[in-house]
C-alpha cells in the first residue's frame, strides 16, 4: 500500500526571543489511503502543531524548519498559498474541537455546506443544496431539510460537531485532520460522532488523522496510533498491538496510569514528574528523566526508531542488538 | 460502610433558576416565565471517610448540588444538612464560620481558582487567618511549608505565583488550600478534568492517601465514570437534575439498573477494553427549560412505554441501590442489554 501521506524528518521551530525553540524534533509517519491513524500525547507533546504543518496552517512564530510532507505523491509543504488553499476543503479538510470556530455564525447550516461545494466542485446550486441535505442525513442529524435553514447558534453541540463532519466530508476528501473533534463533547454525544466518522470513513475511503488525548478514543476509533513525547514520536504501530503490550515505557506507564472500569486497581501506576517543556530541552532520550529502566546511554544519546514486529519504537531497550544479548 | 456515621445529608433537594424574560417584554408579546429545573428533589446521604460520587453528562445539576451544599448556591425548597444542622439554619457570616472551616472545595480549572497575584505561601495561608487558625509568623509560615510537602510540593514553593507552576502542580496547590482549615469534608468538582492522564493518576492517588491519611469525606462531581469506579464507595447517577440511580459504586458499576446508567456505562470508551460490544446513547439530553413529562429519559431510552410518557417513576430499592425507572419495577427489563454480557466488570484484584 502506498501511502497517501507521507511526513519525513519534520521539524517545526518557534521563533523566541533570543532562540528558536523545537516544537516538533524530527518526526517520520505515513497514513495509508482509508487508514484513520490516532496521534495521542499529553498537552504540549507536540500533537496539533503536527496537523496544523499538515494542513499548511502553521502561524509565525511557528514556521516549518525541515522535513518533507508528500500528498499522494506530491510534495505540499513547498506549494504556494494558492494551491494549498484548493487543496485545503476539497483533498484535505479539518475537523477541530470547537465546532463553533468552523462555523460561520451569520450562515444559515445549508448556506456553507453549498458554498463549500461550490468553491470545490464543478456542481450546480441546486444539486449542491440536494446533496447538501444528503450529507446531514448521513451524519445523522434528525430533520436534515429543516435543518439547512437552521443557523449554528440554533443547533447543540452535538448536532453543530455533526455539522462539521458533513462541511469536512462534502467534497470527498482523501484526508481528514480531526484535531479533538470529540474533547468538548459529552460521552454519549462522543460515541455517536466517532461512530459517524468512522462509518463515513469506511463508505467513502477517507483516511483520518485523528488527535486526542484520550486513550479511550484511540483504542476504539483508529487502526494505527502514534504516540507523541516532547515533540518527537515515541512508538507507532498497530493500535491493537500498543493497547495490549506497549513497547516504550512512555506508552506502559500511560495506559496504565489510565483509571479503568474494566481493571480496577487500589492505586493508579503514576509516572513521576512531568514532560519537559520547548525552553528546557533534554539531552538523550526526552523521556529518560521520568523513565524507571533508563541507562546511561538514555541520558546521552537519543534513540532512534527500532522495528519491533509491526510497530517503530524509538527507546534503546528495543535496540535489537541489545535484545539479543540479553536474550 | 454501616456503622459510620452519616457526615452530610441532602433531603429533597430541588434547585431551580428563574430564566424568564424581562418584565417588560413579558407584558408587551406576552411571553411567559421560564424556570429552568437544574435539580429536582435529590436525595442522598454521604459517610464520614467515604467517597460519594455524582455523575451525570453535562447540564445534569450536578455541580448545582455541590454549590447548594458549599453554601453558594440557594436551595429553593428541599435541604441540606452537615453534621447534623441544617446549613439554610445559619442566620449570620460568623454562625457559619465552622461549617465552611469544616467543608472545602476544589474546582475543575487549576488555572481560574487560584489568584495569579498572589503567592503560593499567601494562597495557602488564608483559609488559616479567616478561620483564625494561626497567626501570621513562623507558625503559619511552619503550617504552610508542612501543607505544601504533604501535597509533593516543597516549601521553596510558597514564595512562587501561581504562573510558574504546571496543571497538576497548580491542582496539589488548590488541594493544600483546601486542606489548610482542616476540614471533614472536600467537594470535588471535576478534580482531574483539566489535566493529563499520567497527571491524573497522581492527583487521584494523592487524593486517596490523604483521604486514608486524614480520614477525610469526599463529594466527587465527575463526568469520568473510570475515575469514579477508582474513587468512589457509592454514587448517584442524575439525569436532568433528578437522581436515577443511587447506591453502592461497586454494585451500579458492575450491575447497573437503570437503562440511562447501562447505556452510559457503555459509551465510556475504555482503553483495556476496547472490543466490548455496545448500545449506543441515541440522541442528547433535552433542555432543562421544558423537560419532558413522566420519566425524563423516556425520549431516549429503548425501554420506554406508554407509563414512562406521564408519569414521574418514584425510586425503589432494588438489589444495593435506589432505581427510579418504571422498566426497573415492572421488571420488564433484559437481563443484560445486548453486549453488556462480555462488558461484565471484574472489580478489585490490586495489582
Redo the contacts between chains.
Keep these: 500500500m502506498s501511502a497517501l501521506l507521507s511526513v519525513e524528518n519534520l521539524r517545526v521551530e518557534i521563533a523566541a526571543r533570543d532562540r528558536r525553540l523545537t516544537a516538533i524534533d524530527d518526526i517520520s509517519f505515513t497514513i495509508g489511503a482509508g487508514e484513520i491513524l490516532g496521534v495521542v500525547g ?2 504540549g507533546a507536540g500533537k496539533s502543531v503536527t496537523g496544523t504543518a499538515i494542513l499548511g496552517l502553521l502561524e509565525p512564530p511557528a514556521a516549518l524548519a525541515g522535513g518533507r510532507i508528500a500528498f499522494a505523491g506530491r510534495r505540499i509543504d513547498t506549494l504556494d498559498e494558492e494551491s494549498m488553499r484548493r487543496l485545503r476543503g476539497k483533498e484535505i479538510a479539518a475537523v477541530f474541537q470547537d465546532p463553533l470556530t468552523s462555523l460561520d455564525p451569520l450562515m444559515t447550516v445549508g448556506e456553507q455546506l453549498v458554498e463549500t461545494m461550490l468553491t470545490h466542485l464543478p456542481i450546480k446550486r441546486k444539486e449542491a443544496f440536494a446533496r447538501a441535505e444528503d450529507l446531514l442525513r448521513m451524519v445523522g442529524l434528525p430533520a436534515p431539510r429543516e435543518r439547512l435553514q437552521a443557523y449554528p447558534h440554533a443547533l ?1 453541540g ?2 453543530r460537531q455533526r455539522v462539521v463532519l458533513a462541511l469536512a466530508f462534502c467534497c470527498n476528501p482523501r484526508l481528514i485532520i480531526a484535531d479533538e473533534p470529540t474533547t468538548a463533547l ?7 460522532i ?2 459517524v466518522l468512522r462509518r463515513m470513513c469506511r463508505e467513502n475511503g477517507t483516511a483520518v488523522m485523528l488527535v486526542t ?8 476509533a483508529t487502526d494505527r496510533v502514534a504516540v507523541m513525547y516532547a515533540g518527537r514520536l515515541a512508538e507507532i504501530g498497530p ?1 491493537r498491538a500498543l ?1 495490549e503490550e506497549a513497547s516504550h515505557p512512555y506508552t506502559r ?3 496504565a ?16 514528574g ?1 514532560m519537559p517543556r520547548p525552553d528546557a530541552p533534554v539531552s538523550g532520550c526526552a523521556f529518560h528523566p521520568r523513565c524507571p529502566s533508563a541507562e546511561a546511554r538514555c541520558r546521552s544519546e537519543r534513540p532512534p526508531a527500532f522495528a519491533v514486529e509491526a510497530s517503530q519504537v524509538a527507546c534503546w531497550l528495543a535496540d535489537p542488538a541489545r535484545r539479543s544479548v540479553s536474550a | 460502610m454501616s456503622g459510620r456515621p452519616t457526615i452530610l445529608s441532602v433531603d429533597n433537594l430541588t434547585v431551580r433558576f428563574d430564566a424568564s424574560p424581562p418584565f417588560l417584554r413579558r407584558v408587551l408579546t406576552g411571553a411567559r416565565r421560564r424556570t429552568v429545573h437544574a435539580v429536582e428533589e435529590v436525595d442522598f446521604a454521604v459517610t464520614e471517610g467515604s467517597t460519594f460520587a455524582l455523575v451525570g ?2 447540564g445534569c445539576g450536578k455541580s448545582t448540588v455541590a454549590r447548594t451544599i458549599a453554601g453558594i448556591q440557594a436551595p429553593t425548597a428541599g435541604g441540606v444538612s452537615f453534621m447534623g444542622v441544617d446549613i439554610a439554619a445559619f442566620r449570620t457570616r460568623h454562625a457559619a464560620m465552622p461549617y465552611r472551616r469544616n467543608l472545602q472545595m476544589i474546582f475543575q480549572d487549576p488555572y481560574a481558582s487560584l489568584n495569579p497575584r498572589w503567592r503560593v505561601g499567601r494562597i495557602v495561608a488564608e483559609p488559616m487567618v479567616t478561620h483564625g487558625l494561626a497567626a501570621p509568623g513562623p507558625a503559619l509560615r511552619g503550617k504552610v511549608s508542612e501543607l505544601l510537602e504533604t501535597v509533593g510540593l516543597s516549601t521553596d514553593d510558597a514564595r512562587k505565583f501561581p504562573h510558574q507552576f ?4 497548580r491542582q496539589r496547590i488548590s488541594i493544600a488550600r483546601a486542606l489548610a482549615s482542616n476540614p471533614a469534608f472536600i467537594i470535588c468538582d471535576e478534580p482531574t478534568s483539566a489535566l ?7 492527583i ?2 494523592l487524593m ?1 492517601r490523604l483521604q486514608k491519611e486524614l480520614g477525610l469525606t469526599y463529594l466527587l462531581i465527575s ?5 469514579v ?2 474513587m468512589a464507595q457509592s454514587l448517584g447517577v442524575m439525569y436532568l437534575g433528578r437522581l436515577v440511580e443511587r447506591g453502592d459504586a461497586d454494585q451500579i ?1 458492575t450491575r447497573p439498573r437503570h437503562p440511562y446508567t447501562r ?3 457503555d ?8 472490543d466490548r460490544g ?1 448500545t ?3 440522541g ?2 433535552p433542555s432543562p427549560l421544558s423537560p419532558p413529562a413522566g420519566c425524563a429519559f423516556h425520549p431516549r431510552c429503548p425501554f420506554a412505554e406508554e407509563r414512562c410518557t406521564r408519569e414521574l417513576p418514584s425510586p425503589v430499592k432494588v438489589g444495593g441501590a435506589w432505581v427510579a425507572c418504571h422498566a426497573v419495577q415492572e421488571d420488564r427489563l433484559p437481563h443484560h442489554l445486548p453486549g453488556r454480557s462480555q ?1 461484565e ?7
Design positions: 499529553e498537552s447543540s452535538g448536532m459529552d460521552v454519549s454525544v462522543q460515541a455517536q466517532l461512530d488525548h484520550d486513550m479511550g478514543v484511540i483504542a476504539e493500535t493497547v506507564g500511560l495506559m496510569s489510565i483509571p479503568s472500569l474494566t481493571r480496577r486497581r487500589d492505586t493508579l501506576v503514576q509516572i513521576p512531568a | 453528562e453535562s504546571s496543571g497538576g502542580q493529563d492522564v499520567s497527571v491524573q493518576a497522581q487521584l492517588n486517596k463526568h469520568n465514570l473510570a475515575v469506579a477508582h458499576l447505556l452510559l456505562l459509551t465510556v470508551p475504555d482503553p483495556h477494553a476496547p455496545r449506543r446513547l441515541q442528547e439530553v462488558g466488570i471484574v472489580s478489585g484484584g490490586a495489582t
